[in-house]
């Protein structure tokens, strides 16, 4: 257990809907990152935070944002999504600029 | 842009013999190194790393050194097992900039290992 937590574990919806995914970093991180992984694509990054700031920013399209609140938990919403959003959204937090990054069990969006 | 290449996959390997899974990089400046692991149905698992040239990076029997001459992060292990069936990514680091946390990853190879 990595202590990086993620809900929902697995979400189903249609094209076109918006979801939220929620990451709850470890104890203790401020950086909280969050990447997709598709068979096509495989494991990208899309964004960074940095106590409540965006510091980085990666192959994110313009229908997904994130933001991380007060206490450190973030969320990546997804809006009009689209068949091919459908893929494993993993979030990691680190120590401010730490070495490792600790990724938690990912959320599964399935598109149809 | 930075880059990470990973050898072909799938791998199948019998218990006992050895593993090498190739991994070369493209990056400016000393990138530091990792190797993940993810087992089936789960996340991400930092296995080893290393973040200067000539530094090898060891866990569980596995091994990597970060070589500057050409640009690879191979990993080892002398003698597999079973339960070191998952799949595997290279990554970097950059070293600094705007971009400085994010991990830039190979594309996994499948490792499975057969009694």
């Known amino acids: 257990d990595s202590g990086v937590t993620q809900t929902p574990k697995h979400l189903i919806t249609a094209t076109g809907q918006r979801v939220t995914l929620r990451c709850s970093p470890r104890?203790?991180?401020?950086?909280v990152y969050w990447y997709q992984q598709s068979l096509d694509q495989g494991l990208q990054f899309l964004i960074q935070?940095?106590?409540?700031?965006?510091?980085a920013k990666g192959n994110i399209l313009e229908r997904f944002s994130a933001q991380q609140f007060p206490d450190l938990h973030s969320e990546l919403n997804l809006s009009s999504l689209e068949l091919g959003d459908s893929a494993l959204y993993f979030c990691?937090?680190?120590?401010?600029?730490?070495?490792?990054?600790?990724f938690g069990p990912g959320t599964r969006l399935t598109v149809l | 842009g930075n880059s990470v290449t990973q050898m072909e996959g799938p791998v199948t390997l019998s218990e006992e013999a050895f593993l090498t899974i190739n991994c070369t990089y493209t990056?400016?400046?000393?990138?530091?190194l990792f190797w993940y692991v993810q087992y089936p149905g789960e996340g991400l698992q930092l296995l080893l790393k290393?973040?200067?040239?000539?530094d090898k990076g060891s866990n569980k029997g596995f091994e990597a050194t970060y070589r500057k001459e050409t640009t690879s992060f191979h990993l080892e292990k002398g003698s597999v097992q079973v339960s070191d069936s998952a799949v595997y990514f290279c990554?970097?680091?950059?070293?600094?900039?705007?971009?400085?946390?994010?991990?830039?990853f190979g594309q996994g190879t499948i490792l499975t290992v057969h009694p």
């Open positions: 990691a937090s680190s120590v401010a600029r730490g070495l490792e990054q600790f």
């Open positions: 104890s203790g991180d401020l950086s």
């Open positions: 935070y940095y106590n409540g700031e965006e510091r």
């Open positions: 990056a400016t400046g000393y990138p530091s």
């Open positions: 290393a973040t200067k040239a000539d």
């Open positions: 990554a970097l680091k950059d070293a600094g900039g705007t971009s400085y946390g994010k991990l830039t």
